[in-house]
């Protein structure tokens, strides 16, 4: 007799696009890993009306969890029940938890890229340049705050977005954040020891240029993106380039990502399985084991 084997528990992403994001195989290799009949599916959501109709329907499809992109990081708090002390403060939610029926909005963008950084260059007293200001952007400026960065400054193209991300920082955190207007080339300020673009800039297929002066830029400056797909995008080959060390987006996809993991499955991952996973889904070659060149 044949055994049908039982329903997968249900986890995925709403956003727009989503094509280029190699966050569902990542997460459907890891729970293959630790043996979990889960399984993560990507869905692009056209705009907020769908968006609606989306998280009204994942309570009787019976999800257990869903990841937030952009451009719905903000639009998506008002569909929830509750949110947690982190959206409240920074005013966006990137993940879902479905617990006794109830939509709960959480964020660990800004702790994702928060622990990316810390790997290669400690937060605490650097003056923080970020390009862009959306959903992510606003947690992790915040979240650079909150582990000790001594001021920001906020570059966007629509004022009214820079200023009010900028009052919830000084709000949150205390610590002093500007709004620059981005006009091109972008010329960076002196004394700037971390440069993130937080922006869509560099994404495949487009592979869009920032619009950087770099002769403005510090070679001693960590330069940081957020995109995951090219992982080594034209800002960080300009970057390293010039002499600049880079913190890259699949390396924050991948701290944010075994957080969310774990709140979902109640598993605390390995992060080499992480890691490993996400290589595979980008297509990247992995060393050998004994290579000496990792």
């Avoid at 599916?41 to 009204?56: E, F, P, Q, Y």
């Amino acid at each position: 007799m044949t055994v049908i084997p039982p329903q997968k528990h249900m986890t995925g992403m709403l956003g727009h696009p989503v094509a280029e994001n190699p966050i569902d195989r990542m997460f459907d290799a890891v729970y293959a890993h630790y043996g979990l009949h889960w399984q993560f599916w990507k869905n692009d959501i056209a705009d907020r009306h769908d968006l609606a109709l989306a998280v009204a329907a994942l309570r009787p499809l019976g999800y257990r969890g869903m990841a937030i992109t952009v451009p719905y990081k903000v639009a998506v708090m008002d569909l929830l029940d509750e949110l947690d002390d982190d959206v409240r403060a920074i005013g966006a939610a990137n993940y879902l938890t479905i617990e006794a029926g109830r939509l709960i909005g959480h964020n660990n963008d800004g702790k994702g890229v928060v622990r990316a950084i810390e790997k290669v260059e400690p937060l605490g007293g650097q003056r923080v340049v970020m390009l862009g200001a959306g959903g992510a952007g606003r947690a992790m400026a915040v979240e650079m705050a909150w582990a000790g960065a001594a001021h920001l400054t906020l570059v966007t193209r629509r004022e009214s977005q820079g200023l009010e991300v900028c009052q919830r920082v000084r709000a949150a955190t205390g610590v002093p954040c500007d709004w620059r207007a981005w006009d091109r080339p972008v010329q960076v300020p002196d004394g700037t020891g971390i440069l993130m673009n937080a922006t869509h800039l560099g994404c495949a297929p487009d592979l869009e240029p920032v619009g950087l002066q770099w002769d403005s830029v510090d070679p001693a400056c960590v330069v940081v993106d957020v995109i995951t797909n090219p992982r080594i995008t034209p800002f960080l080959s300009t970057a390293t380039e010039h002499g600049c060390r880079i913190v890259d987006g699949v390396e924050m996809l991948v701290q944010l990502a075994m957080q969310i993991f774990q709140r979902w499955t109640a598993v605390t991952p390995d992060e080499s399985v992480f890691q490993a996973a996400v290589s595979a889904a980008l297509g990247e070659k992995l060393p050998a084991t004994g290579d000496s060149s990792r």
